[in-house]
């Protein structure tokens, strides 16, 4: 199985709206491990925005990152990706 660390980027911008919908088509991907890093509060406010459910499922792995603002969320993710690298 591949593992993938995808940063959602600023939670203000378009970046959780994407990401909500890339997760729909997970199941075309069923050796993929997704390692989902940013504001997860983000995430679910843009699947409400969008009428998806964020999917909890063990090929997702959330990876929250609330404590801080905008920009800042976007480089500590990248900071935690490299990380698990």
Known sequence: MRHIALTIGDPTGIGPE???KALQRLEEF??????????IK???V????VNL??????QIEYHSIEKEKSGAVAYHALDYAVKMI
Do not use: Q, Y
């Open 18 to 20: 994407i990401t909500v």
């Open 30 to 39: 069923p050796d993929t491990k997704l390692h989902i890093i940013g504001s």
């Open 42 to 44: 983000m995430l679910e």
């Open 46 to 49: 843009a699947a409400r925005n």
């Open 53 to 58: 459910k964020l999917p909890h499922i063990s």
